[in-house]
Structure formats: C-alpha cells, structure tokens
C-alpha cells in the first residue's frame, strides 16, 4: 500500500475555520462590483479563542475615514447575517481588524 501525501490527510476543520472559509469565498461575490474598485478588500481569518472570528480590512490610506467606516459597518452586517444562517449568532464574535495600505 502507498502512502497518502500529506495534502490528503483527514482534517475536520472547527466551525470558525468552517465560517471564516465560507465567508472568504461568498462574500468577495458581493465586494467585486464596488468596493474593489474602491480598493478595499477584505479577509476572515479565525482566533485561537474559539468564538471571535478577525475581520482584516485593507484600505487606500488616502480613504476618507467616514467612507472606510461605512463600508465596515455593512461589512459587519453582511457577516452576521450569515452567521444567523447557521444560527451561531449566540456565541460569534466579530472583530475588525483595520489595515491601511
């Protein structure tokens, strides 16, 4: 019998890693038409805590603040209706992590 390479060993991701996957993948969808183009992206990443999932957002640091912030805010919104889908909402935690470029 051969061995298996290591990309192909078992691995059950943890529910954040589950949700930070899903968000990363579905949401761009929704960025591309506009903040994009703004400059603007965004990147999910899950905390060691186990219920905090980190919100990187990068930004043109010649952005006015009010912009950037709006634009987090429906981030935020975005995320946590998708949170509800699988009703984690009791126990996620979101936080943004703000990255000028």
């Known amino acids: 019998m051969s061995e298996r390479a290591p990309g192909f060993e078992d691995y059950i991701p943890s529910r954040l890693e589950w949700l930070a996957l899903l968000l990363n993948s579905h949401l761009q969808y929704l960025d591309l038409p506009t903040i994009n ?3 603007i992206y965004r990147l ?3 905390k060691s805590d186990g219920k905090t999932v980190a919100l990187f957002v990068t930004y043109p640091k010649g952005i006015e603040l009010d912009q950037i912030e709006d634009v987090i805010k429906t981030m935020i919104d975005q995320t946590k209706e998708f949170v509800e889908i699988y009703e984690w909402d009791a126990w996620v935690e979101i936080e943004v992590v703000r990255r000028p470029g």
Do not use: I, S
């Open 37 to 39: 183009k703004m400059g």
């Open 44 to 46: 999910y990443m899950p």
